[in-house]
Structure formats: C-alpha cells, structure tokens
C-alpha cells in the first residue's frame, strides 16, 4: 500500500468555500431548525460514527474509495486550525464514502501523524472507523466546526448541486488527538434524511 503515499503535496483538497460556519458552541448548541433539519443535525452534530449512520440509513455497507495519500509534512495544508494538534510530519488521506452499489455519500479528508499512521489503517481501503473498531480502539469523536458551502469538485463528485453541509472533528485516543477530519456530505442523503431544513 505504500505506492498510495506521494513523497510531497501534489493533490488538493476539497473543503467548502464557506456562505456559513459555527464553531463549538454551536455544535454544543444546536441550529434552528429552520436552518438545518432535526434529522440531518442527528448526522452532522452527533457524536456517533458516519460509516455506521451511512448504513443503516442505506442498507447497504459503507464502502471507501481511497483517492489520495499525500504527505505534507508540517503545512498546515490549508486545513481547520487544530491541524497543529497532529504531530508532523502529516500525512493527508482523502476519500470517497459510498455504497457498495456504487452511490456517494459523503467526502473526508483527514490528516495523520505519518510516523504512526499504519498502526491505525492497516487496511488503508477500509473506512477509518471500520479500521479502528478492528483494533477495538477507544475513541472520543470531538466536533469542532461545521459548515454551509459550496464546491465545484464536490459538486461534479456527488453529482448534486450545492450548497453543501460538512463538518471537521478530531479522534482522541488515550487522551491525545489521533486524527482531524474534515467531512462533507451528500444532498443524496435527503432521501433517507428529509430535506436539509424545515423551510425547504
């Protein structure tokens, strides 16, 4: 698996060009309802498991299209801030979450401490929460910000047209940040979730 890892920063990533964004009080808080639904604020500001919520709401597994592993050493890659809580040099992995029958769900981009990152992915073509329930890791999944924005890359990707909602959190594990992760998901999941907010 080593051939996925580029030796310098060549791929971008696809975070969302902002109309909106809270931080943790307002994860803590909550949004109207008016702004975003009760259903989708159950996926966006909960603290339970994408891969897990993806399946059941689809019926079908949760499959990952690895699409880049880049290291970027200790750029903060124009990531969320609490980048710097990762140990350098960092490794950038970017996804694709979909059903197995081939449907995209959601994107997640995540930065690793490259020194230990093949302790957590041993198999790099498993979602992550997948990967670290294997090796019964505890984790707390601490949601920092979350957005409203657009993506040209996202859009063509998903096959839906914007705006976007999407989220980035840290995993801590025995009390140290393991990973962030920036996440964005699919107006698809409106089929299973409802419309995005009450006013839609």
């Known amino acids: 698996m080593k051939s996925l ?11 969302l060009e902002t109309i909106w964004q809270g931080g943790e009080e307002t994860v803590k808080q909550g949004l109207p309802h008016s702004l975003l639904s009760p259903t989708w604020q159950i996926l966006l500001l909960g603290d339970g498991s994408p891969t897990r919520h993806l399946r059941l709401l689809t019926s079908e ?23 710097e809580a990762i140990a350098s ?15 995209r769900l959601a994107y997640a981009a995540s930065w690793w401490d490259a020194n230990h990152v093949d302790e957590y992915l041993q198999n790099r073509s498993l979602p992550i929460w997948e990967s670290l329930s294997r090796l019964h890791t505890e984790l707390y999944r601490d949601i920092q910000g979350i957005y409203y924005g657009n993506s040209e890359e996202l859009a063509t990707g998903f096959n839906e047209k914007g ?38």
């Open 163 to 200: 705006p976007f909602w999407g989220r980035h959190y840290i995993f801590w594990h025995n009390g140290r940040p393991l990973t962030l992760i920036y996440e964005v998901f699919s107006p698809y999941l409106c089929k299973y979730l409802g419309e995005i907010s009450v006013n839609n």
């Open 89 to 103: 040099p960092r490794l950038r992995r970017q996804v694709w979450l979909r059903t197995a029958s081939g449907q």
């Open 61 to 83: 597994p949760t499959e990952v299209d690895v699409i880049d592993m880049s290291v970027v050493g200790d750029h903060d890659d124009g990531a969320p801030s609490q980048v």
């Open 5 to 15: 890892i580029n030796v310098t920063k060549t791929t971008p990533w696809y975070s």
